[in-house]
């Protein structure tokens, strides 16, 4: 498949819809390709703020990975630092303006032992241009929030001819996922805006 202009046209087009973004141009070609290609495949990876992992152990809160997520957890300068991955199972993208839905499996389960306390967030939906990522809570396709908020002020693009990856993604809190957080778990922990981490993707087509 024929795809892009070059990675710097992508990132200029990108900056004009959601913010600056450092692009880094490796093996872009141009083309007079489509401007919508079906995803494929690929995977988004979230690895956790220095702090958060601490915070959520700290209250009794062990966030696990489900199936066919991962996660690994990895102890650093700043503390441990949890990192999930979730596998690409479709989608749409417009690489020249990074308009798109992108679908996964998997999910993450918080639950308190102590007290038997638990949400399930699963098959994240994230729409690019609209800046959000949505999930299925407690694996009812039929109650959907918007889970995190996306910026890509600051990230770094890659792009080439069957594959598009995204680093740097800054993601935070929204405010209905903070409430349902907390009430679940009866805490203050969750506020709205909190920084949980950051997020890289690779999307194949």
């Keep these: 498949m024929r795809m892009f202009k070059r990675?710097?046209?992508?990132?200029?087009?990108?900056?004009?819809?959601?913010?600056?973004?450092?692009?880094?141009?490796?093996?872009?070609?141009?083309?007079?390709?489509?401007?919508?290609?079906?995803?494929?495949?690929?995977?988004?990876?979230?690895?956790t703020a220095p702090g958060i992992a601490g915070a959520l152990l700290g209250h009794g809160i062990v966030p696990i990975a489900t199936l066919p997520g991962t996660e690994g957890a990895r102890v650093g300068s700043g503390g441990v630092t949890v990192r999930f991955t979730f596998p690409v199972t479709g989608g749409w993208l417009n690489p020249a303006k990074l308009r798109g839905t992108i679908w996964h499996k998997g999910g993450i389960l918080f639950v308190a032992p102590a007290t038997g306390k638990q949400i399930k967030v699963s098959n994240f939906v994230i729409s690019v241009h609209q800046g959000v990522l949505t999930a299925e809570v407690n694996g009812n396709p039929k109650v959907r929030v918007p889970l995190l908020r996306l910026s890509l002020a600051h990230a770094t693009i890659h792009a080439g001819r069957h594959y598009v990856r995204i680093s740097g993604i800054v993601l935070t809190l929204t405010g209905a996922a903070a409430s349902a957080l907390d009430t679940t778990f009866g805490t203050t922990l969750f506020t709205p805006g909190l920084k949980l981490g950051t997020a890289s993707t690779v999307l194949r087509f």
């Design 7 to 47: 990675a710097a046209g992508i990132a200029m087009m990108a900056g004009l819809i959601i913010g600056p973004v450092a692009a880094t141009t490796t093996a872009a070609s141009a083309s007079t390709g489509p401007a919508q290609v079906r995803l494929t495949g690929g995977d988004t990876s979230v690895t």
